[in-house]
């Protein structure tokens, strides 16, 4: 320490792993918050680092790993809350590490998209990438990843991959649970306001609607549905369309909060109270579902949680087999849902 000192140079990984007795590995996973340390051998590097003053050379370790410390972060999706809690999952995990996030849209109806993809993953080097629905639902993707050496995590509300490229929730099962808590109340019509028919998480959500109806011999046709694409608007249309169809729902689940929210428009423009006239639940508890009102009744979906543990797999991929892949949602009881009348 004395002799770098003395040449008044700063001070290198090298320096830090002499002093401390370990490998320089060693080190950088205590850089990155890797899982693998014990107490004790962290906190002595961290006293070695905070003693030097060392700060790490990134462009010097991206330069040898032949890769830059960024996480890539690709989508094109409608929901865009669903797609800023995903980005603070990831800063949260990355925040004090050398790691950076560089944000990717597309348009998956792009006639180039795969070029796209394979260019931005080429010419950024990334340390790895994380990829959204519905692009993450094509394996052509995945394939892509691997035969560039990148490494990568899909997020899916289905099982896509093998756990140390997933981070999955149970659409299907949640939304059964909520459909089934409806029913308990007494609701008998329940309807739909399904997401794009291009999403696997629209699909998860909508089969999750059908298996509850059909376990308690309830009706489940076409009449009952009304597609929206994850926005407000459509939610309001589709809202709209169910209402003024034939015989009249008790309540509506909506494939989203932002939908749902447009469907509470739909009832109120139609004099409706919500929960007296008609019940309405959502899907991810995302900041709308606690300040609209009536404040919503929803599934919370983990998606920060989510993104945590992808920037966690892709940082640490030695323990990424050992992360947690499934994230189970929860039903959130607010006051957008009651009987309906008749259980009064």
């Known amino acids: 320490m ?3 000192g003395a040449r008044g140079a700063s001070p290198t990984i090298n320096d830090v792993a002499r002093l401390a007795g370990v490998s320089k590995k060693t080190v950088s996973r205590v850089i990155n918050r890797s899982p693998l340390l014990n107490d004790a051998t962290r906190e002595r590097i961290e006293a070695v680092i905070a003693e030097l003053g060392y700060v790490p ?68 080097r990334h340390y790895g990438v994380m990829i959204l629905p519905p692009l993450s639902e094509d394996d052509q993707f995945a394939d892509l990843f691997r035969e560039l050496g990148c490494n990568y995590v899909r997020m899916g509300s289905a099982e896509l991959d093998e756990p140390a490229h997933l981070v999955q929730s149970n659409d299907r099962q949640a939304v059964r649970e909520a459909i089934d808590y409806l029913v308990a109340q007494g609701h008998r019509r329940i309807g739909l306001i399904a997401g794009p028919s291009g999403f696997r998480s629209a699909h998860e959500r909508r089969q999750g609607w059908i298996d509850s109806l059909v376990a308690h011999g309830l009706p489940h046709d076409e009449t009952m549905v009304a597609e929206g694409n994850y926005t407000f608007e459509t939610g309001q249309s589709a809202g709209e369309a169910l209402l003024g169809r034939g015989e009249p729902f008790t309540a509506i689940f909506a494939s989203n909060d932002v939908m749902a929210a447009g469907a509470i428009h739909a009832a109120h423009h139609r004099g409706l109270d919500v929960p007296k006239d008609i019940s309405i639940v959502g899907f991810d508890d995302t900041v709308i579902a606690a300040t609209i009102w009536p404040p919503l009744t929803t599934v919370r979906w983990p998606i920060r949680t989510m993104a945590q543990s992808a920037a966690r797999k892709l940082i640490h991929p030695e323990t990424a087999g050992k992360e947690q892949a499934l994230f189970p949602a929860e039903l959130i009881l607010r006051a957008s849902t009651e009987p309906p009348e008749t259980e009064r």
């Open 2 to 4: 004395n002799d770098r």
């Open 57 to 124: 050379n990134r462009q010097a370790r991206s330069l040898a790993l032949r890769r830059n410390f960024v996480l890539g972060l690709i989508y094109d999706n409608p929901n865009a809350q669903m797609v800023l809690n995903f980005q603070q999952g990831v800063l949260d995990t990355i925040k004090d590490t050398e790691f950076a996030l560089v944000i990717h849209p597309v348009d998956r109806r792009s006639p180039t998209l795969f070029e796209d993809i394979r260019r931005f993953v080429e010419q950024q």
